[in-house]
């Protein structure tokens, strides 16, 4: 099968399963900006950042190495055996922990009064941990319909919940509904509503976790842990650059400007990019397998110059639509919270350099050099931490936002130029240099002229979107006849 295609249909495939339960999720973002308070909804962002941490701490890179040795052992159950131990008892050593320490550990994050929310963390952790290899598994075994489903009804259920405690029962006239909302428990129904959608997923894959054996082989594991190790760097490294800026931004703010209050703002604008990050993810998944794949083929760096080029095409017209748009996207958050918008574009490219970096990190998954990306990505963190420091205190939560694309700018720079040493791709960088800039200009030509007319408003932001497909037809020399070749090529 043409590889392109190929990867247009996995990516689309994943991306059902991956839009549809992101742009559900993401529906959660106006259901708690209408119905809770700034503060409130910096209390969900807050401990969601810690959930992203122990994700990348406890599953240990374990995902991207199972899709490493499937391809290079003819033996995967053993390779999935070995993976689930150590992910397994990781995650049962810190629900334990956590559930012993809850109160100090409560209290050292500021949340004494309410330690029961890091139960509800905690659980949600342990369930999201032991089924990752499991759902990495159905991807290896291209089984996307099934993991779309599952996906899917997730976050139905997150969203059922969530609606049912804070739309139903705490508005409602009737004593039965009422009476489900307890006050005190407040925005814990979010984690509750999450917490139950975990564990449908574990029962789920239930069946499918009951075939695992305890099997351990050393030296397999040692090799995979070798592996592994950097990765986990990586991930936290990645983190702590896509979220500690929430954590700093908590600590950081002066009193007197509420930092919940500053973080809930900042979370709600940072969630207006989920058309890029939903792009990224749907392509993350389907890419990483897809790497592995091609990395056995004679023309393997052409094919991932060329994804390269369109990846960024699409991450452009995401960033137009999003910001040419954003009359139309404020809309997806609560008036209080709209005083941020004006970070969005800035997010939208940090989010797509985000991208690039993924997609340039094929050079050190498939050579072995996974101890590079760790580098890099510490760099990020070096970067992100000193940042938020400085600008915080300074502008506030558009110091993050810089903070983030500076650090994500920076790590594809490097990335880059280690990569053409190691494992050397001729990227087509004037094309793709070409295209970020021009999308640059638009958005700032648009911005910069502050058209009152809502419908002029909306003529101009369709006219400059036309223009840049345009742009990239001429410059692709893409001819309709053999753009239907292709699709229709096998």
């Known amino acids: 099968m043409n590889p392109y295609k190929e990867l247009a249909g ?235 800026d929430k954590l700093f931004l908590k600590y950081l703010t002066p009193e007197s400007l509420e930092p919940l209050k500053q973080v809930g703002i900042y979370g709600a604008n940072y969630k207006l990019a989920v058309l890029m990050t939903i792009f990224i993810q749907m392509f993350k998944y389907a890419a990483e397998p897809f790497f592995f794949k091609q990395a056995i083929k004679d023309d393997a760096k052409e094919i991932y110059s060329k994804v390269m080029t369109y990846f960024v095409i699409f991450c452009i017209l995401i960033f137009l639509l999003v910001c040419l748009y954003i009359d139309i996207f404020k809309l997806l958050i609560g008036v209080n919270y709209r005083v941020g918008l004006y970070i969005v574009p800035i997010v939208l490219l940090a989010n797509m350099f985000l991208g690039i970096y993924y997609n340039l990190s094929v050079w050190y998954k498939i050579s072995n050099l996974t101890k590079f990306g760790a580098f890099i990505s510490l760099i990020g963190v070096v970067i992100t931490v000193s940042m938020n420091i400085i600008l915080i205190p300074l502008i506030g939560y558009m110091g993050s936002a810089l903070a983030t694309l500076v650090c994500y700018f920076i790590m594809v720079l490097i990335s880059y130029f280690m990569g053409q040493k190691h494992y050397k791709i001729k990227y087509q960088i004037n094309r793709i240099l070409f295209y970020i800039i021009s999308g640059i200009i638009l958005v700032v030509a648009f911005y910069y002229f502050d058209i009152e007319s809502v419908v002029f408003r909306f003529l101009v932001s369709t006219s400059f979107i036309l223009l840049f497909i345009i742009i990239v037809i001429k410059v692709e020399s893409i001819n309709f006849e053999n753009f239907k070749k292709f699709i229709l090529k096998g």
């Open 10 to 244: 996995q990516t689309l495939v994943y991306g059902l399963g991956t839009i549809i339960p992101r742009v559900l999720n993401f529906l959660l973002t106006p259901l708690y900006t209408y119905t809770l308070v700034e503060s409130q909804f910096g209390i969900i962002t807050e401990l969601y950042s810690y959930v992203a941490f122990f994700m990348v701490m406890l599953t240990f890179g374990m995902e991207t190495t199972f899709f490493r040795f499937s391809s290079l052992d003819s033996n995967q159950k053993k390779v999935f055996n070995n993976g689930f131990v150590t992910l397994l008892t990781t995650s049962i050593i810190f629900l334990i922990a956590v559930l012993i320490f809850n109160q100090p550990i409560a209290k050292t994050i500021g949340y004494e009064f309410y330690p029961s929310l890091l139960i509800y963390l905690a659980l949600i952790i342990f369930f999201d941990v032991i089924t990752a290899l499991p759902l990495a598994k159905l991807r290896q075994e291209n089984k996307a319909r099934f993991f779309a489903i599952i996906r899917t009804c997730n976050v139905l259920i997150n969203i059922t919940l969530n609606i049912f405690f804070f739309v139903i029962c705490k508005n409602s006239d009737s004593e039965f509904f009422n009476g489900l909302y307890n006050q005190d428990i407040g925005v814990g129904y979010a984690f509750i509503s999450n917490l139950v959608a975990s564990f449908f997923t574990f029962v789920v894959l239930l069946p499918s976790i009951l075939k695992f054996k305890f099997e351990f082989n050393k030296e397999l594991f040692s090799s995979m842990f070798k592996y592994a190790f950097p990765l986990v760097i990586v991930g936290f490294a990645g983190m702590v650059n896509e979220v500690a």
